[in-house]
């Protein structure tokens, strides 16, 4: 095919066009040009001379990639490229559509072309339209890289470019791995964005990127492939928007919540984070855990400056003797390092700090560390469990004297970990209210009839199995669950006792509480809305407390009120266990007490021995006295019973009248005995 004459030289066709349009030899060298290139570019004809070296390539087309200027220069046919960048005189980049046409000028080949800035083109498709605009509208909102199917950068928009310091030239034909640091949490994620986008799918979220000359900056990013049948011409979008300054005052904002001020070392809310990482990585370390002894001791024997000098001169030792490990300050005494290191280097820590003492003045001040070393994965698993199992091991190096660093038996770790994953299931248990209750049966020891049951807490666990009151009530008190558990038995108390009352079974229901529960200041209010959502009425209703409890109780003067406040509503009150807790005749003045249950020990022995026999009489005496109820636990033979009646005992509890059961046995064993 012959190439036409592109037009005649001395013609001024070329000015007329509305767009920039020029003509270019087959060596890119301009050899005409009309003014709206000027306008549109800011390049002159002074800067296309025939003496000027520069081609078209080297300045407005620079950004364009080498395969399509060949395949402009080659064509024997008209072309069209659509979203083609130019870098105009000022060092922007602009977005324009080209059609290129083949022909002689000035009898030599040249290629005549005409540029169609896209922001000034309006098709009549709406649809199209619409696409043009969102565009061009993050074009200029947002920085823009285009990759092809390989990560190749071939395209980018002036947004970027003046952020990460490219040229237009120098980023064309670079990796999407280097415009990310080297570091290994930064090629995870490239791994991971990379790994998306050829899956077909868009990955979003901060990440961290480099400039040109290697400063660190930050971006949203959000990565879209764009998928074609042929996958050479897949391509991938990231669309970023620059948050350097947010995640600066960020950053800032981490390292003041983050970081102990005086030593310079993590604090605990960082260090969970740390142990976090490290536990998902499968990382094996020693969580090892240093409080120094009688610290507040040392600080009142010296100012609050020597104080504060202690902490700083343990600290650089910790440095010193741990390096290259991990370390955090708990609390004012409390320290945790991170460390790879066997047993006996962390135990090696105390003979260092004896050959290294830290003076206040001339004077060195005696420093003695209890510490606990916790195994990961071999011990526990998780920063919570580390933290109790070398709280643990602390408080018993302590009742051994201290000064030392030790870690626990396999058994006692197993042992926390029982605890840990039973305080789990709890949770679980009273959310779906997989607890229990049973009924143990009292029998007055007059008439012979059933008056009133204890309602015992029983927990059958499907993953963990049986757990026992005596395992899971300390449990409970110490993880503050106890108040959830005595809503429910509360809740359930009520319901039982009404349900009997209603079917002619005459029966008050005990339960029992502690005084966690009862320094609620709404616990009476809420044991009360209960009677009443119930309607059950509150004179079947006993709460049995312990001696500890009343003991509490008695320094307590808005526990009393609350107990006052639940008598007068027609509420009982039993002292449970009386006899195994702390004595006192105080407290049976000051509270409500109306039943006092002497514990099953004494039962157990009374047949043992005469003086047990009169301990266990003078106690009966003691609550009769006081014109109490006395009720007598653990009752499991005739001989027991019978002793007991002749004590002048009101009632008695335990195996010899019954197990604790459920609801339609008491009922059996209430029409037995009726």
Not at 393 to 417: E, P, Y
Not at 612 to 634: I, P, W, Y
Request: hydrophobic share 40%; charged share 20%.
């Amino acid at each position: 095919m012959t190439k036409e004459q592109i037009y005649n030289p001395n013609s001024e066709l070329l000015n007329l066009a509305p767009f920039p349009s020029f003509i270019v030899n087959l060596h890119g060298h301009v050899v005409d040009w009309n003014e709206s290139n000027t306008q549109l570019f800011g390049y002159t004809t002074a800067n296309f001379t025939s003496s000027s070296e520069k081609s078209i390539t080297d300045t407005l087309f620079s950004p364009v990639r080498e395969g399509i200027w060949h395949t402009i220069v080659q064509s024997t046919q008209t072309l069209r490229f659509d979203h083609i960048q130019v870098l105009a005189k000022n060092e922007q980049l602009i977005d324009v559509s080209i059609i290129t046409k083949p022909g002689i000028f000035n009898n030599e080949a040249a290629v005549y072309i005409l540029c169609l800035p896209t922001g000034l083109i309006r098709t009549l498709d709406d649809q199209q339209q619409l696409l043009m605009d969102l565009m061009n509208g993050i074009h200029s909102s947002f920085m823009m890289v285009t990759l092809d199917n390989e990560g190749f950068i071939i395209n980018s928009n002036q947004q970027f470019l003046k952020a990460s310091h490219w040229t237009p030239k120098r980023v064309l034909g670079k990796t999407i791995w280097q415009l990310f640091p080297s570091k290994e949490s930064s090629v995870k994620i490239v791994k991971n964005i990379w790994k998306t986008l050829n899956n077909g799918q868009i990955w979003q979220g901060e990440v961290e990127k480099l400039t040109k000359d290697e400063q660190p900056y930050w971006v949203y990013l959000t990565a879209i492939p764009t998928i074609s049948q042929n996958s050479e011409n897949t391509r991938f979008l990231l669309i970023e928007k620059d948050i350097t300054k947010d995640k600066m005052i960020q950053l800032q904002l981490e390292k003041i919540a983050y970081i102990d001020t005086e030593t310079g070392l993590m604090n605990a809310h960082r260090l969970e984070q740390v142990i976090t990482e490290m536990t998902a990585d499968g990382r094996h370390f020693s969580f090892v855990y240093m409080s120094i002894d009688k610290f507040y001791t040392i600080k009142d024997l010296h100012d609050d400056n020597a104080g504060n000098n202690l902490i700083l001169e343990f600290t650089k030792r910790l440095k010193m003797y741990f390096q290259d490990s991990t370390m955090a300050r708990i609390n004012e005494n409390e320290f945790v390092v991170i460390t790879p290191l066997p047993e006996w280097f962390t135990q090696g820590f105390l003979h260092y700090l004896q050959q290294h003492p830290i003076y206040n003045g001339n004077i060195a001040v005696p420093i003695s560390i209890s510490g606990g070393i916790t195994r990961f994965p071999e011990d526990q698993s998780t920063f919570s469990q580390m933290m109790k199992a070398s709280l643990a091991t602390i408080n018993t190096v302590r009742q051994a004297g201290g000064d030392s660093i030790v870690s626990l038996s396999k058994a006692t770790h197993q042992a926390l970990n029982r605890k840990s994953i039973v305080e789990k299931r709890l949770l679980l248990a009273l959310d779906q209210k997989n607890l229990k209750v049973l009924y143990q049966p009292q029998l007055d020891l007059n008439t012979g009839k059933i008056t009133a049951v204890e309602a015992l807490v029983r927990w059958d666990d499907e993953v963990i199995g049986v757990v026992s009151p005596d395992e899971l009530i300390p449990i409970a008190e110490e993880t503050g669950l106890i108040n959830n558990i005595g809503s429910f038995m509360i809740e359930k108390a009520c319901e039982q006792a009404l349900a009997w009352r209603d079917a002619g079974i005459d029966l008050k229901v005990s339960i029992n509480s502690s005084v966690r529960e009862f320094r609620d200041k709404n616990m009476a209010k809420s044991i009360l809305e209960t009677l009443e959502r119930t309607g059950c009425p509150a004179n079947l209703l006993q709460i049995e407390i312990t001696e500890k409890f009343a003991l509490e109780a008695e320094a307590e003067t808005s526990i009393i009120k609350q107990m006052r406040a639940l008598e007068n509503k027609g509420i009982i009150f039993a002292l449970d266990d009386f006899g195994t807790g702390y004595a006192s005749f105080r407290y049976m003045q000051l509270l409500p007490i109306q039943i006092l249950k002497i514990d099953q020990t004494f039962t157990n022995s009374l047949l043992k021995s005469e003086k047990s026999q009169q301990l266990m009489h003078g106690m009966v005496q003691f609550g009769k006295s006081m014109n109490l109820t006395v009720v007598a636990e653990g009752v499991e033979t005739t001989e027991q019973r019978q002793l007991l009646a002749s004590y002048g005992c009101d009632a008695v509890q335990g195996y010899f009248i019954s197990k604790p059961v459920s609801e339609k046995e008491i009922g059996s064993l209430y029409k037995m005995k009726k």
